[in-house]
């Protein structure tokens, strides 16, 4: 049985570097990962957006969700739910997409601490 205490942890930047309302692309392993500090509490999540795979870093804030700059499309970043869907406004036409085109899983999210003044992020 694996100890959660012996999960590899990775020391991604210093506390102080990751204010509130900010967030940050680092990479793990090859992993694109989003960390940053919303509303008083740290997250760290996939970078790619669950739905067609554009870079999170590229959002903004809504409330505890990330916006995707792709489509539009919310989630929350702390529990990973897809929150909002977006429809499409074409020449005044409300433009319904292909149900499964509009499909998208939730958020993949990390365990992420703060410890003697650093940040680090696990992958597991
Ligand atoms: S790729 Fe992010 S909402 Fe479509």
Not at 16 to 30: A, F, P, S
Not at 95 to 113: A, C, F, M, N, T
Request: proline share 3%.
């Amino acid at each position: 049985m694996t100890n959660p205490n012996d999960m590899e942890r990775y020391p991604i930047c210093k506390s102080n570097e990751l204010v509130e309302d900010t967030m940050r692309k680092v990479t793990i392993d090859t992993v694109d990962i989003l960390v940053g500090r919303r509303n008083g509490k740290l997250f760290a999540c996939n970078n790619s957006c669950p739905h067609k795979g554009a870079s999170l870093s590229k959002g903004h804030f809504n409330e505890d969700s990330i916006v995707c700059h792709m489509h539009g499309y919310e989630y929350n970043l702390f529990t990973g739910k897809l929150e909002k869907m977006r429809s499409w406004k074409k020449e005044d036409t409300w433009v319904e997409q292909d149900p499964e085109w509009r499909k998208s899983g939730d958020l993949i999210l990390y365990s992420i601490s703060e410890e003697n003044g650093t940040v680090y992020v696990s992958l597991k």
